[in-house]
């Protein structure tokens, strides 16, 4: 079975500034993918970030960016230059090959003006 | 990016009675689905994959005789919540993707209350 693990329930970052989201998974499968999603208030899920997990170059996309440490187990997002529309809660989120997401128990990012 | 709709959006039933929640996938055709639950400031649970044709399988601990899926068609999926109890009040959500293809797709989610 797998697991993914956060453990930051809640973060704060100054507007501008930068801030990192930890995030470790337990996992026997060799192929897998690796995401962090944003969920607002509207609860709708938001990808912000993809990784396949054969692929070493860690994924960019724009101002979020990621640490994936496939030997350690570990998917960190940062997220540069935060804006105030980046305050969601933020799940990461390991799939494996049939399509099925297992989430972790999310961090609550606040970003203060 | 692909869509993937959910009705109703929120919907209020007695106790004992049965809701119906549909997962619809807009513009592609999807042999599988997959049903999460969410409680209020928790996260995602997975609590089945719905396979278009044939019987879904349930996570461990998932009543199936509770939570009725049927895939009739490539395109949508259905979540019957029977006999349904204020426990069962909760935040559901499908996901969908294209076959051969490792991206899904989040519906909007469901607001079940039941009281």
């Known amino acids: 079975a797998q697991t993914v693990t956060q453990s930051q329930p809640e973060m704060s970052v100054q507007e501008a500034e930068t801030v990192t989201l930890s995030c470790t998974y337990d996992?026997?499968?060799?192929?897998?993918?690796l995401f962090w999603y944003k969920q607002p208030p509207s609860r709708q899920m938001i990808l912000v970030i993809r990784?396949?997990?054969?692929?070493?170059q860690n994924a960019t996309e724009n101002r979020f960016s990621v640490n994936f440490q496939k030997a350690a187990k570990s998917f960190s997002l940062k997220i540069s230059d935060s804006q105030l529309g980046d305050t969601a809660m933020y799940f990461c989120?390991?799939?494996?090959?049939?399509?099925?997401?297992?989430f972790g128990t999310g961090t609550s990012l606040t970003v203060i003006p | 990016g692909a869509v993937v709709s959910q009705h109703p959006s929120w919907v209020i039933c007695k106790s004992g009675t049965s809701v119906k929640i549909e997962c619809r996938s807009l513009?592609?055709?999807?042999?599988?689905m997959f049903w999460y639950r969410q409680f209020p400031k928790q996260s995602l649970m997975l609590m089945a994959t719905?396979?278009?044709?044939?019987?879904?399988?349930?996570e461990q601990g998932v009543e199936k005789d509770k939570f009725l899926i049927n895939h009739a068609s490539l395109t949508l999926s259905t979540l019957t919540v029977t006999s349904a109890h204020p426990e069962d009040s909760s935040f559901y959500i499908c996901?969908?993707?294209?076959?051969?293809?490792?991206?899904?797709?989040f519906g909007p989610g469901t607001r079940l209350t039941v009281t």
């Open positions: 996992t026997s499968e060799s192929n897998y993918y």
């Open positions: 996901s969908a993707g294209p076959p051969s293809n490792y991206e899904q797709y």
């Open positions: 989120a390991f799939m494996n090959m049939g399509n099925q997401f297992y």
């Open positions: 990784q396949e997990a054969y692929k070493q």
């Open positions: 513009d592609f055709q999807a042999t599988t």
């Open positions: 719905s396979n278009e044709g044939s019987k879904a399988t349930y």
